[in-house]
Every structure is written in C-alpha cells, then in structure tokens.
Nanobody, 126 residues
Framework: QLQFVESGGGLVQPGGSLRLSCAVPGFTLANLAIGWFRQAPGKEREGVSCLSSGAGISNYADSVKGRFTISRDSAKNTVYLQMNSLNAEDTAVYYC???????????????????WGQGTQFTVAS
C-alpha cells in the first residue's frame, strides 16, 4: 500500500508563492505518475497538475496554467508543486496521489480512491 505524504502548507498573501512537497516513503517516484489535487471548502476535489513517470511530462488544470509548476527531484524522491501568483481561489487542502500510467503523458484523475494522504492546507489571505 502506497502512502502519500504532503507538506508545505501555510498562510500566504495574495500574489505570493508557496511550494508543496509530496513524498512516497519506500517507493521510487520516478516510476510513478503523480498528481496534485485540491479540495476547497464546500467544493469537490479537483485535479490541479500531474507529472508522468519517466520523462516527466506535465499537465495542468486551466485555472493554474502559467502559475503552477510541477516537478520531480529524483535525488530527493520528492515531487513538488511550485505555486505563484496565488489568489483566494487557490485556498484548499492539497493532496498528492498516483495517477493512471499513460505513455508519455498523464491525466488529472486519481489512480485509486484509497490512495489519499492527509493533505496539506494552505490559505491565501491578506
């Protein structure tokens, strides 16, 4: 059973930046397609960004394109989500999890519904 551990949340001002981290202890992340998802209060969980295994091809939701960047540090076995130009609509609990394996791409949906970690919360407020 894979365990997903998110970190990096907090409070950030509008227009600010934040970086979230995702670790999967005991598993090589380069072999796994990973996605970031978020759930705002009163809303359904939505896909934010994903990164394919291997070559690391990325996809983004339209709402975060140009502001968020997903990346992987194989040496640290960690996937990051760099978030810039944050606004109040980005406030949510953010989760990372595995996404379905696709050759040369990734898709913004979870591989399984029982692979969710605790998530990390951040709030955009002045």
């Amino acid at each position: 059973q894979l365990q997903f551990v998110e970190s990096g949340g907090g409070l950030v001002q509008p227009g600010g930046s934040l970086r979230l981290s995702c670790a999967v202890p005991g598993f090589t992340l380069a072999n796994l397609a990973i996605g970031w998802f978020r759930q705002a209060p009163g809303k359904e969980r939505e896909g934010v960004s994903c990164l394919s295994s291997g070559a690391g091809i990325s996809n983004y939701a339209d709402s975060v394109k140009g502001r968020f960047t997903i990346s992987r540090d194989s040496a640290k076995n960690t996937v990051y989500l760099q978030m810039n130009s944050l606004n109040a609509e980005d406030t949510a609990v953010y989760y990372c999890t595995a996404t379905p394996p696709l050759l040369g791409s990734c898709i913004l949906k979870p591989l399984r519904n029982d692979y969710w970690g605790q998530g990390t919360q951040f709030t955009v407020a002045s």
